[in-house]
């Protein structure tokens, strides 16, 4: 069965420190990776990863994709209080039909 | 600025009542879904389509039914709702196709749901 696993799934902080969350995933026919953050709206695309090793990076967010060990991590940096969301991993492959498969989410809060 | 518009914000329901929730794209996108979100078990997809009057099962598609007579408009019918459909909503659309970056999906603000 496809799945797509977030940890840890829920994590509280202070504002400075970095955070790195994690997604693993076991899926057929692997075509990519994405990263979503979602506030009390609609998810908004952060990044998506399809090579192996490379990094993407926005700011102070930054995505590497690891496809020998299936697993990629988001890293934030220098954290804000506007950075607490709801971060989402999803994998996107094909069988059948092209999918996308989402993990459960890991909730991040920033404390001032 | 793109946008995937979903009608209802928050909807509260009976148990047996006819739902429907209606979701409209207007960047010319191939591709629309229908997920719930739910604490613990992320997005679950319910159905998709690739084409008008296209519609394909997603992973959870039981009580529910979709409609897609426009490119632009998706809709998600819950013939008879129950307690266990309360839930967040999100429609999305994407261009669909090969190329990197066509299935990236752009997601609506959702539809809260609860089911009385």
């Known amino acids: 069965e496809d799945k797509v696993v977030q940890s840890p799934l829920s994590l509280v902080v202070h504002e400075g420190d970095t955070v790195t969350l994690n997604c693993s995933y076991e899926v057929t026919n692997f075509r990519s990776l994405l990263w979503y953050k979602q506030e009390k709206k609609a998810p908004t695309f952060l990044f998506m990863l399809?090579?192996?090793?490379i990094e993407k990076k926005s700011g102070r967010l930054s995505s590497i994709l690891d496809k020998k060990e299936l697993f990629s991590i988001l890293n934030i940096t220098a954290t804000q209080t506007g950075d607490s969301a709801i971060y989402l991993c999803?994998?996107?492959?094909?069988?059948?039909?092209?999918?996308?498969?989402f993990g459960q989410g890991t909730r991040l809060t920033i404390n001032p | 600025d793109v946008k995937v518009t979903q009608s209802s914000r928050y909807l509260v329901k009976r148990t047996g009542e006819k739902v429907f929730l209606e979701c409209v794209q207007d960047?010319?996108?191939?591709?629309m879904f229908w997920y719930r979100q739910d604490p613990g078990l992320g997005l679950r997809l319910i159905y998709f389509s690739y084409d008008v009057k296209m519609k394909e099962k997603g992973d959870i598609p039981e009580g529910y039914s979709v409609s897609r007579e426009k490119k632009e408009r998706f809709s998600l019918i819950l013939e008879s709702a129950s307690t266990n459909q309360t839930s967040m909503y999100l429609c999305a659309s994407s261009f669909g196709g090969t190329y990197s970056g066509a299935n990236v999906l752009t997601f609506g603000a959702g539809s809260r749901l609860t089911v009385l």
């Open positions: 999803a994998v996107f492959h094909v069988q059948g039909a092209q999918k996308l498969v």
């Open positions: 399809t090579s192996s090793g």
């Open positions: 960047m010319d996108h191939e591709n």
